[in-house]
């Protein structure tokens, strides 16, 4: 089993910063992908960031230069540093680990808020 604990959430006033971390346990591939994904209140799932376990990374349209995905050393957590937050950025922050090869297996953590307002 794969669990994933996220932290770093909470409120901010538009134009800060905010620093979420997840780290992943359990039955970890060494060849992964692992990312942020979000959710506001009547809206679909959506990707943020990923990064692959060889570095290579993805952001959605509405977070580019914006925010970082980053891996850490142990490289079973991933990181998103999120600057110049807006109002729109509001939502439930979900990390997430894709692996497998032959079987592919999804796992989510249990979701962080992050609220932008004044």
């Known amino acids: 089993q794969v669990q994933l604990v996220e932290s770093g959430g909470g409120l901010v006033q538009p134009g800060g910063s905010l620093r979420l971390s997840c780290e992943a346990s359990?039955?970890?591939?060494?060849?992964?992908?692992m990312g942020w994904y979000r959710q506001a209140p009547g809206k679909e799932r959506e990707l943020v960031a990923r990064i692959t376990s060889g570095g290579g990374t993805k952001y959605g349209d509405s977070v580019k230069g914006r925010f970082t995905v980053s891996r850490g050393n142990a490289k079973n957590t991933v990181y998103l540093q999120m600057n110049s937050l807006k109002p729109e950025d509001t939502a439930v922050y979900y990390c997430h680990l894709h692996q497998g090869v032959l079987r592919q297996y999804d796992y989510w953590g249990q979701g962080t808020q992050v609220t932008v307002s004044s």
């Open positions: 359990g039955s970890i591939s060494n060849i992964n992908i």
